[in-house]
């Protein structure tokens, strides 16, 4: 019997930018991220590439409509956590539609402008990680690998 192929989980992040300024949201009810900023992120649902699960989830999580034509991957980190592993992808826009509001009040509670030199101290560190090397044109990082065993 072949053995089963190792699997990670595909996420894709928006790096939503207004001049100088990146969309954070606060999340709650998500476990070890609760009470931290992150971007505008979820999960492919399968049978959809990375940039399909953007549009998605920025119309499900912001109510904005951005066009798979003004997405850029900018960053692609590794990710290590004790059970999984995940591959994450940093996808940047500075075009949309609509104005971004709250739309899973179950899973955030702020949503706003930040400047990229003055991010909140609660932001997710691997997003922060993430914020850091987009701004430094690195296009690949790991995160999570040195405490894991």
């Not at 990146?22 to 505008?40: A, K, M, P, Q, W």
Request: with cysteine; aromatic share 10%; hydrophobic share 40%.
């Amino acid at each position: 019997m072949p053995k089963e192929r190792f699997k990670l989980i595909p996420t894709s992040h928006l790096i939503l930018l207004k001049y100088n300024k990146i969309l954070l949201l606060r999340r709650f009810n998500t476990g070890y991220e609760d009470g931290n900023y992150s971007v505008v992120a979820g999960h492919l649902d399968g049978n959809e590439t990375f940039i399909q699960a953007m549009v998605r989830e920025a119309k499900e999580e912001a109510d904005i409509n951005i066009k798979p034509e003004d997405l850029k991957v900018v960053h692609v980190m590794h990710r290590k956590v004790p059970n999984e592993e995940r591959i994450d992808f940093f996808i940047m826009s500075n075009k949309w539609r609509g104005e971004p509001k709250i739309m899973e009040p179950h899973k955030c509670d702020d949503l706003r402008w930040f400047e990229l030199d003055n991010l909140p101290d609660n932001i997710i560190p691997y997003v922060k990680q993430a914020i850091d090397c987009f701004l430094n044109n690195i296009l690949y990082s790991e995160f999570g690998w040195k405490n894991i065993k």
